[in-house]
């Protein structure tokens, strides 16, 4: 059994340190607060993300160093850089493998299945920023300094999937009480959704093998569905009405951006809703060693999840 290293205690960074911990795994989960899931194999500690000689302190004698960090949407700009710069130094210091938590707007707008390959065409700021540091770590592998691959999901569902989810308490939660939903795109447009547990179980599959070390993966993600063909799935699974989905008007959209700054980021991404939003995983799927959970079981963990809330 080894030691990892996990930043952040969310939705993603949560569920990798107990799934290490079940392992068997000498789990340490560093958030600035301190907080973190509580159990047995788990420690958490106190820590500026961005403090290099703190994290290097921290991740010393570690196996694997998790970047599952989550900076505020609208502050990516200004809060990454330090963060993915600390940790890669960290990382390079200490020889323990750098598992990054990515996303895909590096690869900007795409027409047809997303695979690993694609080169980062991202226009938008957030897309430039995440592209970057996937950048300056693989340039830092390629050059014997440390051992680093990335993790990249499409949106998020499941469970722990909260308010930062186009699929979490917005979506969830009126569903089950049968009220109206309110969506920001088309909900008949084609979308691929990575379910959280998956993701967790991507992240530690990636930091125990050589072979994924100095490239990027998706996680092993299901076929695309709708949001609408989701939202009855979910329903349907959990007795509830059917869906009654509204969607907001562009307009609305951008005046509620004036207001609430994560709505006025996310018309850089709008496009990601415009059109069908497809990953394909198939590469992935064989070197992380598993499939995406199936859609029904997924969304039956979720139900529950939400439910025992």
């Keep these: 059994m080894g030691k990892h290293v996990i930043v952040g205690a969310g ?16 789990v340490v989960v560093v958030t600035r607060s301190g907080s ?20 290097r302190t921290l991740v010393k004698g570690a196996d694997a160093l998790y970047n ?18 600390s940790l890669l130094a960290a990382a390079e210091d200490t020889g323990a493998v750098l598992v990054i ?27 430039r920023v995440r592209a970057r540091m996937w950048q300056e770590a693989l340039d830092a592998h390629r050059a014997g300094r440390v051992r680093v691959t990335e993790v990249r999901g499409s949106d998020y569902f499941g469970p722990r999937a909260f308010d ?41 599959a990636a930091a125990g093998r050589e072979q994924s070390w100095g490239r990027p993966w998706h996680v092993p993600t299901g076929p695309p569905v709708t949001l609408r063909e989701m939202a009855t799935r979910l329903c349907e699974l959990a007795g ?14 951008t005046a509620a951006g004036v207001a609430v700054p994560m709505l006025k980021e996310m018309r850089e ?6 059109r069908p939003y497809v990953l394909d995983s198939s590469a992935s799927q064989e070197v992380l060693g598993f499939a995406p959970t199936p859609l029904d079981d997924a969304l039956k963990t979720t139900v529950a999840w939400w439910r025992a809330r």
């Design 240 to 253: 509830a009405p059917a869906p009654r989905l509204w969607r907001l008007p562009g307009w609305a959209l």
């Design 101 to 127: 938590t990515g996303n895909l707007y590096g690869y900007g707008p795409v027409d047809g299945p997303m695979t690993e390959d694609l080169p980062p065409a991202a226009a938008g700021t957030k897309g």
């Design 164 to 204: 930062q989810s186009y699929t979490g308490v917005r979506l969830v939660p009126p569903l089950l009480a049968g009220r109206r939903v309110t969506v920001i795109s088309d909900p008949d447009i084609p979308h691929s959704w990575t379910y959280l547990p998956d993701v967790a179980r991507a992240l530690v």
């Design 68 to 85: 599952c960090a989550n900076p505020r949407y609208h502050e990516w700009v200004r809060d990454w850089p330090p963060i993915a710069s």
């Design 11 to 26: 939705q993603v960074g949560g569920q990798v340190a107990e799934l290490l911990a079940d392992q068997g795994h000498e």
């Design 269 to 274: 991404t709008r496009y990601q809703f415009d």
């Design 36 to 55: 973190g899931p509580k159990g047995r194999g788990i420690r958490t500690a106190a820590a500026d993300a961005s403090d290099a000689a703190g994290m």
